[in-house]
């Protein structure tokens, strides 16, 4: 898990070019976490146009406002049924998918230097907040699976409603660190995250 842990921090913290993108590495695509990354477009030729685009454009956090970017991830977990219907929650399997929300500046032609150099230091910043966040899903996915395993041991007569109950725990712990980590760095800000 290490590994894959400094692979994504690596990947996903690299550097933008101009257009404030991010490659696909190829690494995290064969680590089993591999977040797809959608951008969505916007542009300026002021750092006053960038960010009404930013604010306008970006996308809808569960509260309304709209952020710079963000991750929109999921986790889910099945097992088969045996011949009489029961669940067989010892055959366990999860899967998560995770998506990287940032945007991609379409800069003018006429933008100054200063500018771009401007947005290539706030996207990566930017990029590493978001990188964070996809480290939170990482780092608790497989707790899924182990929790209802664990629970099942205890308790082998353990219902459907149990065992996604358990699985529930988990994922309101995983949307606990983001919030406390959006909260602590002031989404970023304290970070040198502002386009302001």
């Not at 550097?15 to 993108?21: C, H, I, P, S």
């Not at 454009?57 to 986790?75: E, L």
């Not at 699985?167 to 970023?188: K, P, S």
């Amino acid at each position: 898990m290490w590994a894959v842990r400094v692979t994504l921090l690596a990947a996903l913290a690299c550097l933008g070019n101009e257009a404030g993108t991010l490659s696909e590495p190829s690494a995290l695509k064969n680590s089993g976490f591999a977040p797809k990354i959608q951008y969505y477009r916007i542009s300026g030729s002021t750092r006053e146009e960038i960010r009404r685009a930013l604010q306008t454009h970006g996308p809808v956090d569960q509260f309304g406002i709209h952020r710079h970017a963000a991750v929109d991830w999921k986790i889910a977990w099945s097992w088969p049924k045996a011949e009489d219907g029961r669940p067989r929650i010892d055959q366990i399997s999860c899967r998560q998918d995770i998506t990287i929300i940032l945007p991609q500046w379409e800069s003018e032609p006429t933008a100054p230097p200063e500018l771009i150099t401007a947005w290539n230091q706030y996207y990566n910043r930017l990029a590493r907040h978001e990188a964070q966040h996809v480290l939170h899903v990482v780092d608790n996915y497989p707790a899924v699976e182990r929790e209802i395993r664990a629970a099942l041991e205890i308790n082998p007569a353990l219902t459907f409603a149990e065992a996604n109950k358990t699985g529930h725990a988990v994922l309101n712990r995983i949307r606990d660190l983001d919030l406390a980590y959006d909260e602590v760095t002031q989404h970023g800000r304290l970070e040198g995250i502002s386009w302001d």
